[in-house]
Structures are given as structure tokens and as C-alpha cells.
């Protein structure tokens, strides 16, 4: 399936060229990184064994600002989902209309397999390997899947300790003592809930239920914005499964009750009780075709993809997760008048968020959450409106009008 979501970033890309009548040098040139590392992490183990795992950065396009993307832990993590991340990062932040270019790092482990110590020297170590690649001018990564905020602490100690001075720029997404800006932790959320309430207007109903698939910190969060907004949300999932309530569900006595339990899968709120039986359980799978006002998939890419996408019900695809639509399921679904709101502009409040934080960083300051969310509000307007001008000139669907959108400025 990895290989599906990289072809899909690359027909995208086709899709915009053709239609700006771009030469065959300057699509190549869009979808080849600039440059390539691959390391072997090695440490050693809680067991005093060496424990080794393939590492990656990739750099893929600098032209509007030093490169920007996260570094994602994950046991699936290999060389071309990298280089789809990235790419989608460069993207994203000419959508966005920020001064960075797109990179991305990873490492193909299972960090739930790791104890706290292996965890904090392999996260030293990716420092340690990729020292001369990161930098607040060069390269600034942030979390993603599996990474937080306290393996951002772990990494900025480090390269701080190798370059001989404090250098919070050179990360973001940090903890606050660390540097870190106020509102980092929720800003993808809250940027997708700015999006969604954009969108939504035209939906003909009184009260829009909403389910969703992934509740990490992305999920949660745009849950819990959404929640307090009146948005019904009917069902939610983590890894280990759901729940479904077509009453809606209490999100902050789910959220309480998975922090409690570990799992999602038997947090069953609704009103000001839960059910801790396992009554209202469901699948990922059978979530994603709930007949909801609005989906929204926060967990991996091509969780809609051909083999399901006959089943979508939703009226609205809010695309929260990287590449959570494949390419051909996008076009069915469009065909089809669902609306899907794409990724590089829907989760952008993340590394708009960063962006703000570098930017704290770089001038020694520290805003409340109140200024970072509203700069974050605005910044995200700004490139929605962006985008439905593009999407009405060139008469496309508004994922293929993100991908003219930005190569148009990456030119």
C-alpha cells in the first residue's frame, strides 16, 4: 500500500502539469528530492544487545525556505513513504504560503516495543546521525506518527549538546520549557476544524454528524473542537478498534476514559456516563462507511482507496491524515459529488503551527495560545480562499487544485 500513496502524490503532480502545460524536465525535477540520506541506527538494547533500524531523511524542495517536515517512528516506515511525506510537506507549505521547503525523516521501528531509555538513545541517535543535515536554517523537524513532544525535548538536547549552545530553532513542536509554543499540541486539530467549518456551511442540516477514524493527537483534538462547536460525533476509533453511538458521543468522557483504559474500544460516553462493557463497538473499517455528514480519517495513508471507496457514505471527506485518499478513490468520490478537502491543506495548522513556534524561536519570544491560534486561523482562511480560487478557474476538484496551487508557487 505504501507504494499506492507515493503513486498517488506522483499523479497529482502529473495531473496539475498537464493542466499548466508544464515540460517533462520540470515534472521530473518536481517529483525527484533534492537529496537523499539513508543511515542504520544502532543502539544498544535494555538487554545489552545491539538493536539495529533503517533510518531516513529526505530533502525534497528548498525553493521557498529551509526544508520542514516531521520524523515519524514506525515499523512500515521505508524509503518511498518518506519521499511521499515529503513531498506532500512542500506542498502543503506553498499552500499555506510559508517560507519553508518540504522534508521529511523517519525510522522503520515499533517504538511500543521499546522501553523509555532505548526510546531516548534512539532518538539521540538519529540526532547524532543526521547532526550535519538539521539546523534552524537548513533542516527543522517536528513530531509525527509515533514522535511527541518529548522525543522533540530528547532531539533538541541533543543537537544542542553537539553544537555547543542552545538551539531551540532547530526543532519544533517541542514541550514549552523547551522552547515550544503554546497551542503547538492542538494547532493540526484546530486548523482542521477551521477548514471543516468553512466547508460545511453548504451542508443542508441543522446538526452534522461526524466520525472519526484515529484518535492520536490529531483526532482528539479536532474531536474535541468539534464537539464544542455542536457537531454530533457519532463514532471515533484508535488502532485497537471504536465506538458508535448514533446519539453522539461525550468526547471529553471518551478522551478521559481511553486515557483510563488504554483503548477506545470500550469507552462507549454518552450523556455524563460511560459504559465500560463493550457495548457500541466498531471496526475501522465498518466506521469509514457510516452514513455521516462528515468522515474524517486522522490515522495512516489510503485508508479509502478502491477496494472501499463504493461504500463511503459521507457527504465530506475531511482528509486530516497524510494521503488518506488514494488518487483513483478521490476520483470516484468526486464523481460522485462527495467533497474531499485535502490534506495539504487540511492538516496544515501543524506545521503552520511550527512555523510560528520557529518563528518565537528565532526571535526569542513567547505568544499565548490566543495570538498562535489566531494567526493560525487566518493563515488557514487565507489558503482555503486560495484554493477555491484556483478550484474555480481551472474548474477541478479541490485536492487537484491544492497540488496547481502549490506548484505554482514552487515554479
Not at 543526521?130 to 539546523?135: C, E, N
Not at 455528514?293 to 471507496?309: G, M, Q, S, T
Request: aromatic share 8%; charged share 25%.
Amino acid at each position: 500500500m505504501i507504494n499506492q500513496f507515493l503513486q498517488s502524490v506522483e499523479r497529482y503532480i502529473e495531473s496539475a502539469a498537464q493542466i499548466l502545460s508544464l515540460k517533462k524536465e520540470v515534472v521530473f525535477s518536481l517529483k525527484q528530492p533534492q537529496n537523499i540520506f539513508k543511515k542504520e541506527i544502532i543502539i544498544k538494547g535494555d538487554d545489552k544487545k545491539e538493536k539495529k533500524f533503517p533510518a531516513y531523511l529526505i530533502w525534497h524542495n528548498n525553493k521557498l525556505g529551509p526544508y520542514k517536515g516531521g520524523i515519524r517512528f514506525h515499523p512500515e516506515t521505508n524509503l518511498e513513504e518518506v519521499k511521499a511525506l515529503a513531498m506532500l510537506m512542500s506542498f502543503k507549505n506553498a499552500v499555506a504560503s510559508l517560507t519553508f521547503g518540504g522534508a521529511k525523516g523517519g525510522v522503520k521501528v515499533d517504538p511500543k516495543q521499546l522501553s523509555e531509555k532505548e526510546l531516548e538513545e534512539l532518538s539521540c541517535q538519529y540526532v547524532r546521525e543526521f547532526f550535519d543535515f538539521i539546523g534552524p536554517h537548513k533542516y527543522i523537524p517536528a513530531p509525527d506518527v509515533n514522535t511527541n513532544a518529548q522525543i522533540m525535548a530528547w532531539m533538541v538536547d541533543e543537537y544542542s549538546r553537539i553544537a555547543g549552545q542552545p538551539m531551540p530553532a532547530a526543532f519544533t513542536g517541542k514541550p514549552i520549557e523547551k522552547g515550544g509554543s503554546e497551542g503547538r499540541d492542538e494547532a493540526t486539530g484546530y486548523g482542521g476544524s477551521v477548514i471543516l467549518e468553512r466547508f460545511s456551511q453548504n451542508l443542508n442540516s441543522d446538526i452534522l454528524t461526524v466520525a472519526i477514524q484515529g484518535f492520536g493527537n490529531v483526532g482528539e483534538h479536532i474531536a474535541q473542537f468539534l464537539f464544542e462547536k455542536g457537531y454530533k460525533i457519532v463514532a471515533v476509533s484508535d488502532s485497537k478498534g471504536g465506538v458508535f453511538a448514533q446519539a453522539g458521543l461525550n468526547i471529553p468522557l471518551v478522551s478521559k476514559c481511553r486515557r483510563l483504559k488504554g483503548m477506545i474500544a470500550h469507552c462507549y460516553c454518552i450523556g455524563s456516563v460511560c459504559d465500560y462493557s463493550g457495548n457500541g463497538q466498531i471496526s475501522n473499517d465498518d466506521l469509514l462507511k457510516l452514513n455521516v455528514d462528515i468522515l474524517i480519517p486522522a490515522a495512516l495513508e489510503n485508508v479509502i482507496n478502491e477496494n472501499n471507496v463504493d461504500d463511503i457514505k459521507a457527504k465530506v471527506v475531511l482528509e486530516m491524515a497524510n494521503g488518506a485518499v488514494t488518487f483513483n478513490a478521490e476520483q470516484i468520490l468526486s464523481k460522485k459529488r462527495v467533497l474531499v478537502i485535502p490534506d495539504i491543506l487540511v492538516n496544515s495548522g501543524g506545521v503552520i503551527g511550527s512555523y510560528l513556534e520557529w518563528q518565537q524561536n528565532l526571535k526569542n519570544e513567547h505568544w499565548d495560545k490566543k495570538r498562535v491560534l489566531s494567526e493560525i486561523r487566518e493563515m488557514m482562511k487565507k489558503a482555503a480562499d486560495d484554493l477555491v480560487e484556483i478550484q474555480k478557474q481551472y474548474k477541478v476538484s479541490l485536492k487537484l487544485a491544492a497540488f496547481i496551487l502549490a506548484i505554482k508557487k514552487l515554479l
